[in-house]
C-alpha cells in the first residue's frame, strides 16, 4: 500500500542516549515533515524538507537534527535526549502545491527516562 | 500569531444525532484550512481543504464549511465508525509557507 512508513513504532531512551527515527514514503511527493504531537497541544512542526537536498527548522527544532537522504526518506536525530522529548512523532508528506493533503505515517511512540 | 481554537475538546452523541464541530482561527492572510480525522494509534488522516470564506465540502456524512473567523465541521446521522479526534488546522501567509498551525482537537465518540 502507498504511504509513509515510519521506523521504530516505539521506542525507551535513557536521558543522553542517541536514535533516529527513520521515515519513507512511496508517493513521489517533494516535501516531507516531522512533527511531534503531545497531550492536550496541537501537532507541532520540528523540522521540513520542501524539496529533496533541502531542509529547514520549523517551530520546535531545538535538541532535534534531520536528514533527507534522498526524495523518499527523511530521518531525524535526537543526539542526546530528555525526558521534553518524550512524545508521539510523526512523519507526513505532500507536494508543496498542495499543502495540508498531508499523508501521515502512523507514528513512534518515544519514552525518554 | 496564528491561532487554532477547537470546540468543544469532547463531544459524545448517540448513533443519528447530528451535531457540529467547531474550530475558531486567527491567520495573518488564510491560504487554506484544513480538517483531518486521527483515530486512536495512528497519524491524521486528512480529509477537506478550504481556502476562502463560503466555501464547503462534503464527504459521507460529514461537511465542512469556512467563514471568515471559523469553520464547522458538520457531522449528520452519524455512526459510531465516526468515532475519532478531529483535528483542524490552518496555513497563512506569514512565518513561510510550510508552516500549518494545528488545533488540540475534538475528540467525538459515536455511541451505537
Known amino acids: 500500500n502507498a504511504g509513509v512508513t515510519q521506523t521504530p513504532k516505539f521506542q525507551v531512551l535513557k536521558t543522553g542516549q542517541s536514535m533516529t527515527l527513520q521515515c519513507a514514503q512511496d508517493m513521489n511527493h517533494n516535501s516531507m515533515y516531522w512533527y511531534r504531537q503531545d497531550p492536550g497541544m496541537g501537532l507541532r512542526l520540528i523540522y521540513y524538507?520542501?524539496?529533496?537536498?533541502?531542509?529547514d527548522k520549523g517551530e520546535v527544532p531545538n535538541g532535534y537534527n534531520v536528514s533527507r537522504l534522498n526524495k523518499r526518506e527523511f530521518s531525524l536525530r535526537l543526539e542526546s535526549a530528555a525526558p521534553s522529548q518524550t512524545s508521539v512523532y510523526f512523519c507526513?508528506?505532500?507536494?508543496?502545491?498542495?499543502?495540508?493533503?498531508?499523508?501521515f505515517g502512523s507514528g513512534t511512540r518515544l519514552t525518554v527516562v | 500569531e496564528d491561532q487554532v481554537t477547537q470546540s468543544p475538546e469532547a463531544l459524545r452523541l448517540q448513533e443519528g444525532e447530528s451535531s457540529s464541530l467547531n474550530c475558531s482561527y486567527t491567520?495573518?492572510?488564510?491560504?487554506?484550512l484544513f480538517w483531518y480525522r486521527q483515530d486512536p494509534g495512528k497519524g491524521p488522516e486528512f480529509l477537506f481543504t478550504l481556502y476562502s470564506a463560503g466555501e464547503e465540502k462534503e464527504k459521507e456524512r460529514l461537511k465542512a464549511t469556512l467563514t471568515k473567523k471559523e469553520s464547522f465541521l458538520h457531522i449528520t446521522a452519524p455512526k459510531p465508525e465516526d468515532s475519532a479526534t478531529y483535528l483542524c488546522?490552518?496555513?497563512?501567509?506569514?512565518?513561510?509557507?510550510?508552516?500549518?498551525?494545528f488545533g488540540k482537537g475534538t475528540k467525538l465518540t459515536v455511541n451505537p
Open positions: 488546522a490552518v496555513q497563512g501567509s506569514q512565518g513561510g509557507s510550510e508552516k500549518l498551525v
Open positions: 507526513a508528506s505532500s507536494e508543496r502545491w498542495d499543502r495540508g493533503r498531508d499523508t
Open positions: 491567520v495573518s492572510g488564510l491560504r487554506g
Open positions: 524538507s520542501a524539496s529533496e537536498g533541502t531542509t
